[in-house]
Nanobody, 124 residues
Framework: QLQLVESGGGLVQPGGSLRLSCAAS????????IGWFRQAPGKEREGISC????????SYANSVKGRFTISRDNAKNTVYLQMNSLKPEDTAVYYC?????WGLGYLETLYDYWGQGTQVTVSS
């Protein structure tokens, strides 16, 4: 079964950190660009970070730039999202997605596989 599984979400205080993981099973991530998306209550899902299949290129939405870092470990078939200096407005369900395309992008139709999502809540 081909699937992505996110983990690492939870409740954290403002200013805190979390590291999300996105693990693939049934296929290798080596040839896939990986995107992280999030959906806050009452809002549309938005792309916040992406890493190319080669790992050489990354991108970030302005809302997370300088606070979040995306990385990949192909040996572990896993992609990470390190989230620092978390704010209440970062509260959302976070999804990872894998797409077999060259470069970077947030267009959801580029992505073939999606995880089930992990909840991140930033609150005091």
């Amino acid at each position: 079964q081909l699937q992505l599984v996110e983990s690492g979400g939870g409740l954290v205080q403002p200013g805190g950190s979390l590291r999300l993981s996105c693990a693939a099973s049934g296929f290798t991530l080596d040839y896939y660009a990986i995107g992280w998306f999030r959906q806050a209550p009452g809002k549309e899902r938005e792309g916040i970070s992406c890493i190319s299949a080669s790992g050489d290129s990354t991108s970030y939405a302005n809302s997370v730039k300088g606070r979040f870092t995306i990385s990949r470990d192909n040996a572990k078939n896993t992609v990470y999202l390190q989230m620092n200096s978390l704010k209440p407005e970062d509260t959302a369900v976070y999804y990872c997605a894998a797409g077999r395309f060259w470069g970077l992008g947030y267009l959801e139709t580029l992505y073939d596989y999606w995880g089930q999502g992990t909840q991140v809540t930033v609150s005091s």
